[in-house]
T-cell receptor, first 115, second 109 residues
Framework: DAMVIQNPRYQVTQFGKPVTLSCSQTLNHNVMYWYQQKSSQAPKLLFHYYDKDFNNEADTPDNFQSRRPNTSFCFLDIRSPGLGDTAMYLC??????????????FGSGTQLSVL | GQNIDQPTEMTATEGAIVQINCTYQTSGFNGLFWYQQHAGEAPTFLSYNVLDGLEEKGRFSSFLSRSKGYSYLLLKELQMKDSASYLCAVKNSNYQLIWGAGTKLIIKP
């Protein structure tokens, strides 16, 4: 089945120790997104790629970086995680056809804990 | 600013019907989505409304009134597996998706 896969499912890191989260998709979608979701809060868009074009949200901290080496893979790098970065990180894709009803397909998420 | 308002938590009984409301204020409107999110899991798509009225899909229905900036998700014949958070999201004129914080639905036997 076509899907969005995130690894790892759970990640524990130490304060200040860089961490990389990965996402892959077999849907051949043009757009890939990274969301941060804290407990009982709305998902917060960090950035998205339309193909290779990178779009950073204005309030995404510089501590967060992303790479999309090809259509299928996208990475989220947190250079110096702080305690406030403990959250679920969700990768999502969409076809990029630009229609209003274009829905998001999410991966299972990576629960990051910063200690 | 843009915002989506939903109740934080609701409780209902197995086999009953529950209505989860969502009101929104966004810069333009290009459709409203409902997603279901089980605890610790990713959201999954439930419904999309762009025109006024009711869209029915099995036990779940979603209603939209654009003039009132209002939607609801109706869940019938509730099952224990329906215990989850339900997220309302609106696509604005720039096709940005504005998310609500979700309504946690607790189903009791």
């Amino acid at each position: 089945d076509a899907m969005v896969i995130q690894n790892p499912r759970y990640q524990v890191t130490q304060f200040g120790k860089p961490v990389t989260l990965s996402c892959s998709q077999t849907l051949n979608h043009n757009v890939m997104y990274w969301y941060q979701q804290k407990s009982s809060q709305a998902p917060k868009l960090l950035f998205h790629y339309y193909d290779k074009d990178f779009n950073n949200e204005a309030d995404t901290p510089d501590n967060f970086q992303s790479r999309r080496p090809n259509t299928s893979f996208c990475f989220l790098d947190i250079r110096s995680p702080g305690l406030g970065d403990t959250a679920m990180y969700l990768c999502a894709t969409s076809s990029g056809e630009g229609r209003g009803n274009e829905k998001l397909f999410f991966g299972s998420g990576t629960q990051l804990s910063v200690l | 600013g843009q915002n989506i308002d939903q109740p934080t938590e609701m409780t209902a009984t197995e086999g009953a019907i529950v209505q989860i409301n969502c009101t929104y204020q966004t810069s333009g409107f290009n459709g409203l989505f409902w997603y279901q999110q089980h605890a610790g899991e990713a959201p999954t798509f439930l419904s999309y409304n762009v025109l006024d009225g009711l869209e029915e899909k099995g036990r779940f229905s979603s209603f939209l009134s654009r003039s009132k900036g209002y939607s609801y998700l109706l869940l019938k014949e509730l099952q224990m597996k329906d215990s989850a958070s339900y997220l309302c999201a609106v696509k604005n004129s720039n096709y940005q998706l504005i998310w609500g914080a979700g309504t946690k639905l607790i189903i009791k036997p």
